[in-house]
């Protein structure tokens, strides 16, 4: 039974995306809910999995191509395999009807390629390697994209033509460069800090705060916290919700620009930068006002979780009326944040380090972390945004107050 494969219906806010990998070839046999594709856009990568058992028939989108959403990316064959002249048919014709006028990818002169992802077909044409020379270590003799680089790099016997490289390239000193696309994701985030540096008036003011009573908190009750609650007593509970309370007393920090008008929010939505590898990404705990410490700290972890292994949703990092950002995680000591549209403020932690602080006319060793908050200057005035910052560093100097909302 024919089945025709569709990009997943994005949000609003989600133009268009990018296929990414496929990961089955045509023909292969493929179970029902694997994973035969990702579609990368600039928030998330998704993935469209098998509707069925059975097999990929023919490609209608490449990798790197532009999908609209609900879009048609491939065609399907529920059940048993179809035949190799079958398959080789279909993938012409689709190659042809994509390509129009270009010369076809995949030939009948060469078996060994005719049901390989479209991955490896483009490597081998931008290399110009024959596929009969290159050992397959892929399921069934296969030969993967590896193959084709590790293939290449290997010095040819004779005298090899000269080739277009596109990730692999060597200067004429012999060194080794290599150069890889920028991903829909790392193009969003550079797009987006731009803006923010251009579209806005960007001031930021630093503070010092003495982690040492939370430090005390954490040190005698993380034990009974996680026993009872099930997720470790970190420093961003604590932050998140100094931070909550500061803007209830600064509500121009929480409220955004939007064209000539100001939105105030009425609500606490804190968005929580978490770094991953495709990029940074912004995952955003909702009504924080109304969260627990527990349910803060469950809440960070599993988007960590989820930003570690691409399962974010788009719903999960959009909306946000304030962002915490931690440098510290990475030895950051101090730093300038930069807005995260069309949020009017971010708050930037930093690394805990042991500095010689005057205590009531005593020299005493704190732990002492710096504090930094951007703002757009347009929307909030210097006097605001101090109070706002000194608004935290007391909450978090004093944690009792916080938790006894005084």
């Not at 500061?246 to 770094?275: C, F, M, Q, T």
Request: some cysteine; overall charge negative; proline content about 4%.
């Amino acid at each position: 039974m024919a089945i025709e494969i569709k990009a997943p219906v994005f949000p609003e806010s989600v133009a268009d995306g990018t296929i990414a990998t496929w990961h089955k070839s045509i023909g292969e046999s493929i179970a029902r809910d694997e994973v035969i594709c990702d579609i990368e856009t600039d928030k998330v990568v998704l993935e469209v999995v098998a509707p069925a058992d059975g097999q990929l028939s023919a490609f209608v989108k490449q990798e790197g191509d532009t999908v609209l959403s609900n879009e048609l990316i491939a065609h399907f064959e529920a059940g048993q395999s179809t035949s190799t002249s079958t398959v080789t048919q279909q993938v012409e014709k689709t190659s042809s009807q994509t390509h129009a006028g270009a010369t076809a990818v995949v030939e009948r002169s060469q078996p060994v390629v005719q049901d390989q992802a479209p991955s490896v077909r483009k490597a081998l044409t931008e290399t110009g390697l024959d596929a009969n020379t290159i050992s397959g270590t892929g399921r069934g003799g296969r030969i993967t994209k590896e193959d084709v680089v590790n293939h290449q790099a290997t010095p040819a016997p004779v005298a090899a033509p000269q080739i277009t490289i596109t990730e692999h390239a060597s200067s004429s000193t012999g060194r080794i460069e290599k150069r890889v696309p920028m991903t829909r994701l790392r193009k969003r985030v550079a797009e987006r800090l731009l803006a923010a540096t251009q579209q806005t008036a960007m001031l930021t003011t630093f503070n010092e705060v003495n982690m040492k009573p939370i430090m005390d908190i954490r040190k005698q009750y993380k034990d009974v916290f996680e026993k009872r609650h099930g997720a470790r007593l970190g420093f961003m509970s604590f932050f998140v919700k100094a931070v909550t309370e500061a803007l209830k007393r600064y509500p121009a920090v929480n409220a955004s620009i939007d064209g000539e008008d100001i939105v105030y929010h009425g609500y606490y939505d804190i968005g929580v930068a978490v770094s991953s590898e495709r990029g940074l990404v912004v995952p955003v705990l909702r009504d924080t006002d109304r969260m627990s410490y527990a349910e803060v700290e469950s809440g960070i972890r599993s988007y960590a979780g989820k930003a570690r292994d691409g399962k974010l949703a788009i719903e999960e990092m959009t909306g946000g009326t304030f962002t915490i950002t931690n440098g510290g995680t990475f030895g950051s000591l101090l730093s300038t944040p930069i807005l995260n549209q069309p949020q009017t403020a971010i708050l930037g932690m930093h690394k805990i380090q042991d500095r010689p602080m005057a205590v009531d006319g005593q020299v005493v060793i704190l732990p002492m972390m710096y504090l930094a908050l951007s703002y757009d200057h347009r929307m909030i005035d210097g006097k605001e945004a101090v109070g706002f910052l000194v608004t935290v560093k007391e909450l978090l100097e004093e944690p009792a107050k916080l938790i006894l909302d005084l």
